[in-house]
């Protein structure tokens, strides 16, 4: 199983960005999604998730501006990230649990740098 993220790059205050993470090798229909991020000197945080039955969840510091989804039939999960802040720069990851295990798989990170 393989974890493709993509869609980081550089954006001014206020813009958007969509992260898409592919897996390949398995369905996603089997897994539990989310996006992790990681900035420069900190730990890696968990900025949401959703489950099979597409219940999200969403860290304080996004929930509003961040949307995750899925779409089953083409295996990518996405991340909407709408009125980036500077202090959204970081690496994204993408991380996958393979339902009822201990199984995870993490995608290898997209940089998201927020800069005027």
Known sequence: VQLQ??????VQPGGSLRLSCAITGDILGRYYMAWHRQAPGKQRELV???????????????KGRFSISRD???????????????EDTAVYYCRAQRMGTATVYWGQGTKVTVSS
Do not use: C, E, F, H
């Open 5 to 10: 993220a993509s869609g980081g790059g550089s």
């Open 72 to 86: 089953d039939a083409k295996n990518t999960v996405y991340l909407q990230m709408n009125s980036l802040k500077p």
């Open 48 to 62: 949401a998730d959703i489950t099979r039955g597409l219940n999200s969840n969403y860290a304080a510091s996004v």
